[in-house]
């Protein structure tokens, strides 16, 4: 996990979670760009974060859940990298989702740069991904601010505009 003087800290999401994860996945407000709609059910909220918890027991990393410094105790979102397969084709994927609350903060751009950091520095993945839909602007903005660059575009909801792939690669290998 990143060790910077961070406002956020990160931790590996917990059984106990799941009311939070419900609260702010079912809100239709943080889920105005996600064209499946807001999380329907405590049960989907239970299935979620058990593949999240399958994915720190196989990979060591996954999604966090995240808190301000200050607050410890209460979760403001969720995000991080994990690998998402992009139709058929796995990526290492960086996503958030906050509370409302927590909008318009910078806590999307400072999750980003800490999630970056924890794939480059310490997992030394060649590449990370960000998967966005076209009219997201404020997601497509913290991508661009943490150094993604448009790479494609992924037809994945059917009948609407394809979504938007961002890239950022190791800066070691992009620079070889």
């Known amino acids: 996990m990143p060790n910077n003087p961070s406002r956020l ?13 419900f609260a702010i996945y079912s809100d239709p407000q943080t889920n105005l760009f996600n064209p499946a709609g807001p999380m329907a059910s405590l049960d989907d909220a239970q299935r979620l974060l058990k593949r999240w918890l399958d994915q720190w ?3 060591g990393y996954g999604w966090w859940a995240v808190a301000r410094r200050e607050a410890p105790e209460h979760v403001i979102g969720f995000g991080g990298i994990a690998p998402l397969n992009y139709l058929t084709v796995p990526r290492i994927n960086l996503g958030y989702r906050f509370a409302v609350e927590a909008w318009g903060q910078g806590y999307a751009t400072e999750l980003g740069r800490d999630a970056l950091v924890l794939a480059f520095e310490t997992l030394g993945l060649p590449e990370v991904f960000g998967l966005v839909r076209p009219e ?3 997601s497509i903005r913290v ?3 943490i150094g993604m660059q448009p790479f494609g575009l992924l037809d994945d ?3 609407q505009a394809p979504s938007r792939v961002m890239r950022v ?3 070691i290998t992009a620079s070889a």
């Open 169 to 171: 690669c190791h800066p």
């Open 9 to 21: 800290i990160y931790r590996q999401p917990q059984p106990a979670d799941v009311g939070r994860l």
């Open 57 to 59: 027991t196989a990979l």
């Open 143 to 145: 991508l661009e601010k």
């Open 157 to 159: 909801v059917p009948g």
């Open 136 to 138: 997201h602007a404020a």
